[in-house]
C-alpha cells in the first residue's frame, strides 16, 4: 500500500513539474539618463532599470519569462530575445511581429525559456542607436539535462558572463537628442507602409524617403564590458585549476579579439550551441551577435592581462590602455597571486 502511495505522489510530482513550469517575472523600465563608464566620462544613454547592462534574466530551460516592458522615454523601443525559439509574436520586431511600444506605453513579453545556453536580449528598435546606447542584457538558460551540463562535464566552480559593446559618446548624445526631439515633434506617427507597392506608389507623388539623406556614423571611441572599460571592467579571481566557464557575449557593432595571456581556453559553445568536438585557442574571437562559451582552467600563478587584440579595442577615446581589457589573478593553493601588485595606468 505505502508503494502505491509513493507511487502516486511520485506521478503527481512529474505531472504537476511539467504542467507548472517555474515563471520568473521582469521588470524593464526603459529611461534617458547619464551613465558614468569612467570616473570622469559620463555618457547620454538609453538604460534599462537606471543601469547598462540591462537586467540579466537566469532561468531553467522550460521554464517561463514574463517581462513588462514601461517605456518611459520619448523614443519607440521593442526587445528582441536574441537566440530563443519562442512564439512569433514575442519575437520582439517591430512592424514584423508587434507595433513598437511608444513613448508612455507597455508591454508584457512571455515565453518559454528554449533552448538551454548563452543569449542575450536588446531592443530591436533604430538598433544601430538603441543597442549600442544602453538596451541589452545576458539571457542565461541553464540546461534539464543537468547531467550533461557544460557546467557538470567540467566541474565549472565559477560562471562569468562578459557582454560586451562599443559606443561613441559623442554620437549617442547627438542622436539621442535628435531622436527624442522628432519624436516629440512628430507625435507617434512614424512613416510606416502597409505594402512595397504602398512605398512606391508614395515615392512616385513626390514622397523622399529617409535613406536620400545620410545619417552621420558612430566612430566607437569607447568599449565596454560589463557596462565600462578598463580600468573599470572587475578582475577575474580564480586558482590553479579551477575550471571557470566565461560566457562572452558581443551586443555590439564591431568585433573584438580577447587575447588570454599565460593559458589556453577550450571553447565549448557558440550562440548558446554545445560544440560536440570543444578546441583550444588563447585568442577568442568575438562577433556581433554572437555568444562563445569557454572554460578556463590556468595552470600558472599570477597576474594574467586580457585584451582585445584588435588594438583599437583596447583604447579609450584613443588612448591606449582602456577598452575591452581586464585582469585574470591565479592564486596558488596558498592564495598567493604575484609578488608585483598591478598598477592602473592610464598614460602608455
Ligand atoms: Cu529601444
Known amino acids: 500500500m505505502k508503494k502505491i502511495i509513493f507511487f502516486i505522489m511520485l506521478c503527481c510530482f512529474f505531472v504537476s513539474s511539467s504542467l507548472y513550469a517555474k515563471t520568473h517575472k521582469y521588470t524593464f523600465v526603459i529611461s534617458i539618463g547619464y551613465w558614468n563608464i569612467l570616473p570622469d566620462v559620463k555618457v547620454k544613454s538609453l538604460m534599462i532599470n537606471n543601469k547598462i547592462p540591462g537586467p540579466t534574466i537566469e532561468v531553467n530551460e ?5 517581462v513588462k516592458v514601461i517605456n518611459k522615454t520619448k523614443l519607440p523601443h521593442t526587445i528582441h530575445w536574441h537566440g530563443l525559439e519562442i512564439e512569433n509574436s514575442q519575437d ?14 507597455s508591454f508584457i513579453y512571455r515565453f518559454v525559456a528554449r533552448p538551454a545556453g548563452t543569449h542575450f536580449w536588446h531592443c530591436h528598435w533604430s538598433t544601430l542607436l538603441h543597442i549600442s546606447g544602453g538596451m541589452y542584457g545576458p539571457l542565461i538558460i541553464h540546461s534539464k539535462d543537468k547531467k550533461n551540463s557544460i557546467n557538470n562535464k567540467y566541474h565549472v566552480k565559477k560562471d562569468i558572463t562578459l557582454i560586451v559593446d562599443s559606443i561613441d559618446p559623442k554620437w549617442q548624445s547627438k542622436m539621442l537628442t535628435m531622436m527624442e526631439k522628432m519624436h516629440a515633434m512628430e507625435g507617434k506617427e512614424e512613416k510606416v507602409f502597409s505594402s512595397v507597392e504602398q512605398y512606391k506608389k508614395a515615392v512616385e507623388k513626390g514622397y523622399k524617403s529617409p535613406y536620400l539623406k545620410p545619417m552621420p556614423k558612430p566612430k566607437y571611441t569607447y568599449h565596454l564590458i560589463n ?3 578598463y580600468p573599470l571592467v572587475k578582475p577575474i579571481i580564480t586558482k590553479i585549476g579551477e575550471a571557470v566557464r566565461i560566457r562572452i557575449i558581443n551586443a555590439g557593432n564591431i568585433p573584438h579579439y580577447f587575447h588570454f595571456h599565460g593559458m589556453q581556453l577550450l571553447v565549448v559553445a557558440k550562440d548558446g550551441n554545445t560544440l560536440k568536438q570543444p578546441y583550444y585557442l588563447n585568442t577568442i574571437p568575438s ?6 562559451d569557454v572554460i578556463m582552467k590556468p595552470e600558472i600563478r599570477g597576474w594574467w592581462a586580457v585584451h582585445d587584440h584588435a588594438e583599437w ?7 591606449f590602455p582602456g577598452g575591452a581589457m581586464f585582469l585574470i589573478g591565479v592564486a596558488d593553493k596558498n592564495g598567493f597571486i604575484s609578488k608585483y601588485k598591478p598598477k592602473i595606468s592610464l598614460t602608455q
Do not use: R
Request: glycine share 22%; no cysteine; net charge negative.
Open 62 to 66: 522550460g521554464d517561463i519569462v514574463e
Open 92 to 105: 520582439g520586431v517591430p512592424y514584423v511581429t508587434q507595433d513598437p511600444i511608444e513613448g508612455g506605453e
Open 227 to 229: 557596462g565600462h572599460p
Open 287 to 292: 562577433f556581433p551577435g554572437q555568444a562563445i
Open 313 to 319: 579595442g583596447s583604447t579609450n577615446n584613443g588612448h
